[in-house]
């Protein structure tokens, strides 16, 4: 069964940082491209950072570049988000995605909050 999963989200303050994790299983996510989506409430999910499977192509949403930094560890088949000087309109729910070709998976998502 294919599942990706997140972790890491939670409540932090303005200028404060966190770390999304994502675990998949049930293929092999290693030869896939690997990317984080966002989606704050009445918006459009978008793009926040893409990963290649070597990881010699990264691109970053304008909103991401300098603060955020997506990372992957083919041998433990996790992806990395690391949120730094977060401000509140980077509250959203954050999804895990994996991409080959046409095949197409999510997570569930987890939840970034900033907020005093």
């Known amino acids: 069964q294919v599942q990706l999963v997140e972790s890491g989200g939670g409540l932090v303050q303005p200028g404060g940082s966190l770390r999304l994790s994502c675990a998949a299983s049930g293929f092999t996510s290693s030869t896939y491209a690997m990317s984080w989506y966002r989606q704050a409430p009445g918006k459009e999910r978008e793009l926040v950072a893409y990963?290649?499977?070597?990881?010699?192509?990264?691109n970053y949403a304008d909103s991401a570049k300098g603060r955020f930094t997506i990372s992957r560890d083919n041998a433990k088949n996790t992806v990395h988000l690391q949120m730094n000087s977060l401000k509140p309109e980077d509250t959203a729910v954050y999804y895990c995605?994996?991409?080959?070709?046409?095949?197409?998976?999510w997570g569930h998502g987890t939840q970034v909050t900033v907020s005093s």
């Open positions: 995605n994996a991409r080959r070709n046409n095949l197409n998976y």
């Open positions: 990963i290649s499977i070597s990881s010699a192509i990264i």
